[in-house]
């Protein structure tokens, strides 16, 4: 079965800062992977998703994040934040198997900006 | 393009009570998945479906909960009796099969 793990419950950072949340993995193979930010009162939006090819994936709002296939992590960068980053973020893992649609998230790690 | 919407947004209720939440998905989308959301369990996958047949229901709690899907556009999910363990954020996803789901809104629930 897959797993996810996102080790940091609550970051902060200093708008303007670099940022990076971790996420790591079990599962039996590659994966699909993906990143979702849940804004307060809202729902779960796609940053970007990882299938194949290459392992460093652009996503929206200036997001990316890396496959690191040796240390089964997809880590989530982006080199400036915004006030408007604050929010939940949720890594996910879904498999590569044909009709099963199921994904399975992370706890989440909340990011907290400072001016 | 509307999303995927859900009604209604906020819910109070006595325990006891029967609740019903409700899930249009995206047109076009043939997997529909029902989530719950809390503090202590994160967000949890409750059941989902392909062209209208529940495939997985593995993560529905107990027998007070049931979701149908008559047709495409539609999917409910009841609560019948409503506790106040229930109290929780619904989500509905929705999805083409290409394990990218597009989620609503949320519906959250009290259960008082």
């Known amino acids: 079965a897959q797993s996810v793990t996102q080790p940091d419950i609550h970051i902060t950072v200093s708008e303007g800062a670099s940022l990076e949340l971790r996420c790591n993995y079990s599962y039996g193979a590659t994966p699909y992977l993906f990143w979702y930010v849940q804004s307060p009162g809202q729902g779960l939006q796609l940053l970007l998703k990882y299938f194949s090819g290459d392992t460093l994936v652009q996503g929206i709002k200036g997001f990316e994040a890396e496959f690191k296939r040796s240390q089964s992590s997809f880590n989530l960068r982006k080199p400036s934040v915004h006030w408007s980053d604050a929010a939940e973020y949720f890594c996910a893992v879904g498999a590569r198997n044909f009709g099963n649609e199921k994904l399975t998230f992370g706890t989440g790690t909340r990011l907290t900006i400072i001016p | 393009d509307a999303g995927v919407i859900q009604s209604p947004r906020h819910e109070v209720t006595e325990m006891g009570q029967e609740v019903t939440l409700r899930c249009k998905p995206i047109?076009?989308?043939?997997?529909l998945f029902w989530y719950r959301q809390t503090m202590m369990r994160g967000l949890e996958l409750l059941i989902y479906f392909n062209n209208n047949v529940p495939i997985d229901d593995s993560g529905m709690p107990e027998d007070r909960f049931s979701a149908k899907m008559p047709n495409a556009s539609f999917s409910t999910l009841k609560i019948q009796p409503s506790e106040p363990r229930d109290s929780a954020v619904y989500f509905c996803a929705s999805s083409t099969g290409d394990s990218i789901q597009y989620f609503g809104a949320g519906t959250r629930l009290s259960v008082l």
């Open positions: 047109s076009g989308h043939d997997y």
